[in-house]
């Protein structure tokens, strides 16, 4: 199952239009849409979700496509999840700045983290047979910021 | 204070009392994955949202006020609210992770002496947030999860929770 989330901000047309048209030929896709304008023709969707009910769903998806939003990001990795960022745009009005843009730029390298920066690329990842999930296990990253702040607490 | 802050209970004798304070959403979810750090320290929490901390298995938390500077008074009422919470804890150290309260409980904890830790949320890729730019006034120890955000006067990067 693919599960899709906008976040609760801003809705995101561009990206639920895509998957909209896609999802017939891509077995079970979710979304939560948010405050889209349109209603979806294929995708089973919901507004908003509980969030008991969104970790559910989490727990069932083999994939998840999302907005460069860094809450689903790390929930992504909590749930050992591959991700699929499709950035908004502030040239389409999908934001107010484009650091969504940057963000996915940043996170590219990650393991599990694919960046789709048009529908073609989107398309691509979500019809590739097999995606790396990101490491559940604490990243350098992570363990020299505790470190940090350990270090700084006990002197 | 809230009934659920009278429930925390006080470890005589461990490490430094730590304060760690937090909105909820993805502040919160970012505090956690930095309690590693706080082993070994009598630490408490504070949250802006009732439950959190028994749903992440940190026990009861403090509940500070929710607020942001757009409304006046309830920013008012909300450092009223933080203020009482970091007194009670007597912290020697307080962290946060954002957002606008956990900025208010370093203002407080800097005044009372502890010492202070700011960690600016992951989300803020491009600047760091308002609460995070004032918090490098006050910060001991002020921190960037992006490295290109960091600066020879601070921001430090060290790291982040990704």
């Keep these: 199952m693919i599960l899709a989330t906008v976040g609760t901000q801003l809705p995101f047309p561009r990206l639920i239009r895509a998957l909209d048209d896609l999802a017939p030929s891509l077995g079970r896709v979710v979304a939560q849409i948010g405050d889209n304008p349109e209603t979806p023709r294929h995708l089973e969707h919901h507004r ?98 505790q470190g940090a702040i350990r270090e700084f607490i006990v002197s | 204070m809230t009934r659920e802050s009278e429930g925390i209970q006080q470890v005589a004798d461990a490490g430094p009392r730590v304060l760690a304070v937090s909105s909820s959403g993805g502040h919160w979810e970012q505090l956690m994955l930095l309690r590693d750090s706080f082993d070994g320290c009598d630490v408490q929490y504070a949250a802006t949202l009732a439950g959190l901390g028994e749903r992440s298995g940190v026990g009861a938390t403090h509940i500070v006020p929710d607020f942001n500077a757009t409304r006046p008074f309830r920013t008012m009422m909300g450092l009223l609210g933080v203020a009482r919470v970091v007194w009670a804890a007597r912290p020697n150290v307080v962290i946060s992770t954002g957002a606008a309260p956990g900025l208010i409980a370093l203002v407080v904890g800097k005044v009372l002496g502890a010492r202070t830790i700011w960690i600016d949320s992951v989300a803020n890729v491009e600047r760091l947030s308002l609460s995070g730019r004032i918090a490098g006034r006050i910060a001991d120890l002020w921190l960037t999860q992006w490295r290109h955000l960091a600066r020879p006067a601070g921001p430090v990067y060290h790291g982040a929770v990704l």
Excluded: C
């Design chain 1, 48 to 145: 908003a979700m509980e969030p008991r009910a969104f970790d559910e769903l989490f727990r069932q998806a083999d994939r998840v496509v999302a907005h460069a939003g860094i809450g689903t990001l790390l929930a992504a990795k909590k749930h050992h999840k591959p991700i699929i960022i499709f950035p908004r745009r502030a040239a389409m009005g999908e934001h107010r700045n484009d650091h969504q843009l940057a963000t996915a730029k940043q996170l590219e390298s990650h393991a599990g983290v694919y960046v789709a920066y048009d529908e073609q690329e989107l398309e691509r990842l979500l019809r590739l047979p097999d995606l790396t999930p990101p490491d559940d296990t604490p990243g350098m990253s992570l363990r020299d910021l």
